[in-house]
Protein backbone atom coordinates (compact mmCIF):
# COMPACT_ATOMS: atom_id res chain seq x y z
CA UNK A 1 0.00 0.00 0.00
CA UNK A 2 2.76 2.08 0.21
CA UNK A 3 3.47 4.66 2.77
CA UNK A 4 0.87 6.36 5.47
CA UNK A 5 -0.11 9.84 4.24
CA UNK A 6 -1.94 12.37 6.46
CA UNK A 7 -4.16 14.95 5.33
CA UNK A 8 -5.11 17.57 7.67
CA UNK A 9 -7.69 20.06 6.51
CA UNK A 10 -8.49 23.11 9.43
CA UNK A 11 -12.45 24.20 8.49
CA UNK A 12 -14.43 27.40 9.74
CA UNK A 13 -17.54 28.47 7.83
CA UNK A 14 -16.69 27.37 4.15
CA UNK A 15 -19.72 25.26 3.53
CA UNK A 16 -19.89 27.00 -0.11
CA UNK A 17 -16.38 25.46 -1.26
CA UNK A 18 -15.96 22.18 1.52
CA UNK A 19 -17.47 19.76 -0.36
CA UNK A 20 -15.35 20.40 -3.62
CA UNK A 21 -12.24 20.13 -1.29
CA UNK A 22 -13.11 16.87 0.22
CA UNK A 23 -14.20 15.12 -2.93
CA UNK A 24 -10.56 16.42 -4.31
CA UNK A 25 -8.87 14.60 -1.16
CA UNK A 26 -11.21 11.51 -1.20
CA UNK A 27 -10.54 10.93 -5.20
CA UNK A 28 -7.05 11.02 -4.53
CA UNK A 29 -5.34 8.00 -6.63
CA UNK A 30 -2.79 7.48 -3.60
CA UNK A 31 -5.41 5.68 -1.53
CA UNK A 32 -3.73 5.36 1.20
CA UNK A 33 -4.70 8.20 3.13
CA UNK A 34 -5.76 9.30 7.01
CA UNK A 35 -8.20 12.56 6.25
CA UNK A 36 -8.13 14.65 9.33
CA UNK A 37 -10.50 17.05 9.46
CA UNK A 38 -10.74 20.16 11.87
CA UNK A 39 -13.77 21.96 12.60
CA UNK A 40 -12.69 25.16 14.14
CA UNK A 41 -15.94 25.98 15.42
CA UNK A 42 -17.82 26.66 12.19
CA UNK A 43 -21.28 28.11 12.87
CA UNK A 44 -22.45 27.31 9.26
CA UNK A 45 -23.27 23.67 8.03
CA UNK A 46 -19.98 22.45 7.74
CA UNK A 47 -19.27 20.31 10.67
CA UNK A 48 -22.21 18.47 8.95
CA UNK A 49 -20.90 18.29 5.69
CA UNK A 50 -17.97 16.58 7.06
CA UNK A 51 -19.83 14.60 9.49
CA UNK A 52 -21.64 13.28 5.80
CA UNK A 53 -17.99 12.63 4.19
CA UNK A 54 -17.11 10.57 7.46
CA UNK A 55 -19.77 8.17 7.25
CA UNK A 56 -19.28 7.37 3.43
CA UNK A 57 -15.40 7.21 4.64
CA UNK A 58 -13.62 5.13 7.15
CA UNK A 59 -10.41 6.84 6.33
CA UNK A 60 -11.90 10.28 7.82
CA UNK A 61 -11.07 11.07 11.48
CA UNK A 62 -13.22 14.61 12.51
CA UNK A 63 -12.78 16.70 15.29
CA UNK A 64 -14.75 19.71 16.75
CA UNK A 65 -12.92 22.38 18.80
CA UNK A 66 -14.18 25.53 19.52
CA UNK A 67 -12.57 28.30 17.43
CA UNK A 68 -9.01 29.23 17.81
CA UNK A 69 -7.63 29.66 14.68
CA UNK A 70 -5.86 27.80 11.69
CA UNK A 71 -2.45 27.10 13.39
CA UNK A 72 -4.39 25.76 16.38
CA UNK A 73 -6.24 23.10 14.16
CA UNK A 74 -3.12 22.26 12.06
CA UNK A 75 -1.19 21.85 15.74
CA UNK A 76 -4.00 19.27 16.68
CA UNK A 77 -4.19 17.53 13.40
CA UNK A 78 0.05 17.06 13.45
CA UNK A 79 -0.49 15.46 17.20
CA UNK A 80 -3.31 13.25 16.04
CA UNK A 81 -1.71 12.35 12.99
CA UNK A 82 -0.37 8.59 12.26
CA UNK A 83 0.91 8.99 8.78
CA UNK A 84 4.63 8.84 7.63
CA UNK A 85 3.64 12.14 5.81
CA UNK A 86 1.82 14.84 6.43
CA UNK A 87 0.21 16.99 3.79
CA UNK A 88 -1.88 20.29 4.51
CA UNK A 89 -4.85 21.68 2.93
CA UNK A 90 -7.07 24.88 3.10
CA UNK A 91 -10.28 23.99 3.26
CA UNK A 92 -11.74 26.09 0.54
CA UNK A 93 -9.32 25.51 -2.17
CA UNK A 94 -9.00 22.05 -4.21
CA UNK A 95 -6.34 19.29 -5.15
CA UNK A 96 -5.17 17.47 -8.48
CA UNK A 97 -6.53 13.91 -8.09
CA UNK A 98 -2.62 13.06 -8.66
CA UNK A 99 -0.84 15.42 -5.83
CA UNK A 100 -0.36 13.08 -3.40
CA UNK A 101 1.02 10.06 -5.69
CA UNK A 102 2.94 12.46 -7.55
CA UNK A 103 4.63 13.54 -4.52
CA UNK A 104 5.02 9.86 -2.94
CA UNK A 105 6.58 8.52 -6.30
CA UNK A 106 9.42 11.23 -6.16
CA UNK A 107 9.56 11.19 -2.68
CA UNK A 108 10.45 7.14 -2.43
CA UNK A 109 12.09 7.50 -5.97
CA UNK A 110 14.55 10.22 -4.26
CA UNK A 111 14.68 9.84 -0.72
CA UNK A 112 13.01 13.26 -0.09
CA UNK A 113 11.97 14.72 3.23
CA UNK A 114 10.15 17.35 1.18
CA UNK A 115 8.46 18.55 -2.05
CA UNK A 116 7.60 21.59 -3.66
CA UNK A 117 4.81 21.69 -6.48
CA UNK A 118 3.10 24.51 -8.00
CA UNK A 119 -0.16 25.58 -8.19
CA UNK A 120 -2.92 27.42 -10.19
CA UNK A 121 -5.04 30.14 -8.66
CA UNK A 122 -8.57 30.23 -8.99
CA UNK A 123 -10.60 33.75 -8.87
CA UNK A 124 -14.40 34.39 -7.94
CA UNK A 125 -15.04 34.39 -11.90
CA UNK A 126 -14.04 30.97 -12.10
CA UNK A 127 -10.77 31.99 -14.19
CA UNK A 128 -7.41 30.34 -13.89
CA UNK A 129 -4.18 31.78 -13.75
CA UNK A 130 -1.00 29.82 -13.86
CA UNK A 131 0.61 32.88 -12.52
CA UNK A 132 4.66 32.45 -12.12
CA UNK A 133 7.28 29.63 -12.98
CA UNK A 134 8.87 27.39 -10.38
CA UNK A 135 12.52 25.72 -11.56
CA UNK A 136 12.92 22.53 -11.23
CA UNK A 137 15.69 21.36 -8.39
CA UNK A 138 16.67 19.05 -6.17
CA UNK A 139 18.74 20.07 -3.56
CA UNK A 140 20.79 17.77 -0.73
CA UNK A 141 20.08 20.34 2.89
CA UNK A 142 22.65 18.34 4.85
CA UNK A 143 25.32 20.51 4.39
CA UNK A 144 24.71 24.17 6.07
CA UNK A 145 26.26 26.24 2.90
CA UNK A 146 23.78 24.44 0.56
CA UNK A 147 21.10 25.11 3.36
CA UNK A 148 21.31 28.65 3.39
CA UNK A 149 21.55 28.91 -0.09
CA UNK A 150 18.06 26.97 -0.56
CA UNK A 151 16.61 29.53 2.12
CA UNK A 152 17.87 32.72 0.11
CA UNK A 153 18.21 31.75 -3.10
CA UNK A 154 15.14 29.79 -3.57
CA UNK A 155 12.95 29.68 -0.92
CA UNK A 156 12.76 33.30 0.24
CA UNK A 157 13.12 34.56 -3.20
CA UNK A 158 9.53 32.46 -3.49
CA UNK A 159 10.73 30.48 -6.43
CA UNK A 160 9.20 27.16 -4.65
CA UNK A 161 6.34 29.20 -2.62
CA UNK A 162 5.67 30.19 0.98
CA UNK A 163 2.95 28.35 1.39
CA UNK A 164 2.51 24.61 3.79
CA UNK A 165 -0.47 23.44 1.22
CA UNK A 166 1.97 23.13 -1.65
CA UNK A 167 4.53 21.15 -0.29
CA UNK A 168 4.41 17.58 1.28
CA UNK A 169 6.31 17.09 4.80
CA UNK A 170 8.35 14.12 6.34
CA UNK A 171 6.66 13.37 9.69
CA UNK A 172 9.68 12.74 11.24
CA UNK A 173 11.28 15.84 11.07
CA UNK A 174 8.46 17.85 12.06
CA UNK A 175 8.00 15.12 15.46
CA UNK A 176 11.48 14.63 15.88
CA UNK A 177 12.18 18.21 16.10
CA UNK A 178 8.91 19.46 17.48
CA UNK A 179 8.11 21.78 15.24
CA UNK A 180 4.48 23.25 15.52
CA UNK A 181 2.52 26.46 14.08
CA UNK A 182 2.96 29.75 15.76
CA UNK A 183 -0.18 31.09 17.13
CA UNK A 184 -0.32 34.52 15.67
CA UNK A 185 -2.81 37.28 16.24
CA UNK A 186 -4.07 38.48 13.26
CA UNK A 187 -3.54 35.25 11.08
CA UNK A 188 -0.56 35.89 8.66
CA UNK A 189 2.19 34.35 8.28
CA UNK A 190 1.92 31.47 9.63
CA UNK A 191 2.97 29.44 6.50
CA UNK A 192 6.40 31.25 6.22
CA UNK A 193 7.49 30.75 9.74
CA UNK A 194 6.49 27.13 9.82
CA UNK A 195 8.73 26.31 6.72
CA UNK A 196 11.58 28.19 7.44
CA UNK A 197 12.03 26.48 11.01
CA UNK A 198 10.90 23.09 9.02
CA UNK A 199 13.97 23.77 6.13
CA UNK A 200 16.23 24.04 9.06
CA UNK A 201 16.10 20.48 10.23
CA UNK A 202 15.08 19.14 6.20
CA UNK A 203 17.85 16.76 4.81
CA UNK A 204 16.89 16.54 1.13
CA UNK A 205 14.24 18.92 -1.11
CA UNK A 206 12.70 18.65 -4.67
CA UNK A 207 11.11 21.43 -6.19
CA UNK A 208 8.68 21.16 -9.45
CA UNK A 209 6.93 22.94 -11.59
CA UNK A 210 4.15 20.59 -11.88
CA UNK A 211 0.69 22.53 -10.44
CA UNK A 212 -0.99 20.21 -8.46
CA UNK A 213 -2.99 22.54 -6.38
CA UNK A 214 -5.61 24.80 -7.07
CA UNK A 215 -5.79 28.22 -4.37
CA UNK A 216 -9.17 30.04 -4.61
CA UNK A 217 -8.88 33.80 -4.32
CA UNK A 218 -11.94 34.89 -2.22
CA UNK A 219 -13.25 38.07 0.12
CA UNK A 220 -12.89 37.18 3.35
CA UNK A 221 -10.48 34.62 3.58
CA UNK A 222 -7.90 34.64 6.22
CA UNK A 223 -5.28 36.44 4.09
CA UNK A 224 -7.75 39.07 2.73
CA UNK A 225 -9.17 40.05 6.36
CA UNK A 226 -5.35 41.65 7.22
CA UNK A 227 -4.83 42.83 4.25
CA UNK A 228 -4.38 46.38 5.89
CA UNK A 229 -2.70 45.36 8.80
CA UNK A 230 1.31 45.92 9.45
CA UNK A 231 2.87 43.01 7.70
CA UNK A 232 6.11 43.88 8.29
CA UNK A 233 5.85 44.14 11.86
CA UNK A 234 4.58 40.16 11.40
CA UNK A 235 7.92 39.59 9.83
CA UNK A 236 10.09 40.73 11.71
CA UNK A 237 8.12 38.24 14.61
CA UNK A 238 8.87 35.55 12.38
CA UNK A 239 12.55 36.21 12.23
CA UNK A 240 12.80 36.54 15.47
CA UNK A 241 11.56 33.54 16.38
CA UNK A 242 13.50 31.10 13.38
CA UNK A 243 16.53 32.85 14.83
CA UNK A 244 15.58 32.06 18.36
CA UNK A 245 15.00 28.40 17.28
CA UNK A 246 18.43 28.02 15.68
CA UNK A 247 20.70 29.89 18.25
CA UNK A 248 20.22 27.53 20.33
CA UNK A 249 21.80 24.54 18.34
CA UNK A 250 25.00 24.07 17.85
CA UNK A 251 24.61 22.32 14.59
CA UNK A 252 23.22 25.40 12.70
CA UNK A 253 26.20 27.95 13.74
CA UNK A 254 26.77 28.74 10.25
CA UNK A 255 23.48 29.88 9.96
CA UNK A 256 23.06 31.41 13.08
CA UNK A 257 26.48 33.79 12.19
CA UNK A 258 25.35 34.35 8.92
CA UNK A 259 21.36 34.68 9.91
CA UNK A 260 21.47 38.66 8.37
CA UNK A 261 20.96 37.15 4.95
CA UNK A 262 17.84 35.39 5.84
CA UNK A 263 16.63 38.86 7.97
CA UNK A 264 17.18 41.03 5.44
CA UNK A 265 15.22 39.21 2.98
CA UNK A 266 12.67 38.49 4.70
CA UNK A 267 12.20 42.22 5.63
CA UNK A 268 12.66 43.14 2.11
CA UNK A 269 10.11 40.83 0.56
CA UNK A 270 7.47 42.97 2.69
CA UNK A 271 9.10 45.98 1.77
CA UNK A 272 9.78 45.81 -1.94
CA UNK A 273 6.70 47.20 -3.89
CA UNK A 274 7.02 50.41 -1.83
CA UNK A 275 8.93 53.53 -2.71
CA UNK A 276 12.26 54.05 -0.67
CA UNK A 277 10.10 57.67 0.97
CA UNK A 278 7.36 55.00 1.98
CA UNK A 279 9.80 51.98 3.12
CA UNK A 280 11.39 54.90 5.48
CA UNK A 281 7.86 56.17 7.17
CA UNK A 282 7.26 52.30 7.46
CA UNK A 283 10.66 51.31 9.29
CA UNK A 284 10.06 54.78 11.53
CA UNK A 285 6.63 53.57 12.70
CA UNK A 286 7.78 50.39 13.78
CA UNK A 287 7.06 49.05 17.18
CA UNK A 288 10.10 46.63 17.75
CA UNK A 289 13.17 48.62 16.13
CA UNK A 290 15.79 46.63 18.11
CA UNK A 291 14.54 43.24 16.59
CA UNK A 292 14.41 44.94 13.06
CA UNK A 293 17.64 45.82 13.26
CA UNK A 294 18.88 42.18 14.53
CA UNK A 295 22.37 41.53 12.36
CA UNK A 296 21.46 43.69 9.71
CA UNK A 297 25.10 45.51 10.51
CA UNK A 298 26.47 42.06 9.98
CA UNK A 299 26.38 42.35 6.19
CA UNK A 300 28.52 45.49 5.78
CA UNK A 301 31.28 43.28 7.43
CA UNK A 302 30.45 39.92 6.04
CA UNK A 303 30.15 41.37 2.43
CA UNK A 304 32.02 39.00 0.81
CA UNK A 305 30.10 36.24 2.38
CA UNK A 306 26.79 37.93 1.52
CA UNK A 307 28.16 38.10 -2.06
CA UNK A 308 28.87 34.68 -2.66
CA UNK A 309 25.73 33.70 -1.35
CA UNK A 310 23.51 36.08 -3.22
CA UNK A 311 25.76 37.00 -5.92
CA UNK A 312 27.46 39.82 -7.05
CA UNK A 313 24.33 41.98 -7.99
CA UNK A 314 21.96 40.40 -5.15
CA UNK A 315 24.79 40.95 -2.72
CA UNK A 316 25.34 44.34 -3.53
CA UNK A 317 21.33 44.99 -3.35
CA UNK A 318 20.82 43.97 -0.25
CA UNK A 319 24.10 45.31 1.36
CA UNK A 320 22.70 48.77 0.39
CA UNK A 321 19.20 47.70 1.82
CA UNK A 322 20.62 46.67 5.04
CA UNK A 323 22.55 49.62 5.86
CA UNK A 324 19.73 51.84 4.79
CA UNK A 325 16.91 49.91 7.00
CA UNK A 326 19.57 50.35 9.71
CA UNK A 327 19.99 53.96 9.81
CA UNK A 328 16.19 54.35 9.31
CA UNK A 329 15.50 52.34 12.32
CA UNK A 330 17.64 54.03 14.55
Known sequence: MGNLVSVIIPIYNVEQYLKKCLDSVVNQTYKNLEIILIDDGSTDSSYDICKQYQNNDSRIR???INNSGQSNARNLGIKESTGDYLYFADSDDYLHEDLISFCMEKIEQNRLDTIMF?????FSNGKECEERHFSEISIDLTNQKSRMYFITNIFLPYKCGFEVWNRLYSAKVIKNNNLSFPIYKPVLG????FNLKYLMYSRKALVTNKRLYYYRHREGSTISKVKDKNILERYVQISSDVFDLISKNEEKSYIARHYYLIHILLLYHELMN??????RIIIKHLSNKKAFRLMLNLSLTKFYVTVNT??????IKYTIYSFLYYCWSL
Request: proline share 0%; hydrophobic share 30%.
Open 62 to 64: LFH
Open 118 to 122: NYTHV
Open 190 to 193: EDVC
Open 310 to 315: LGITRG
Open 274 to 279: ESLKSQ
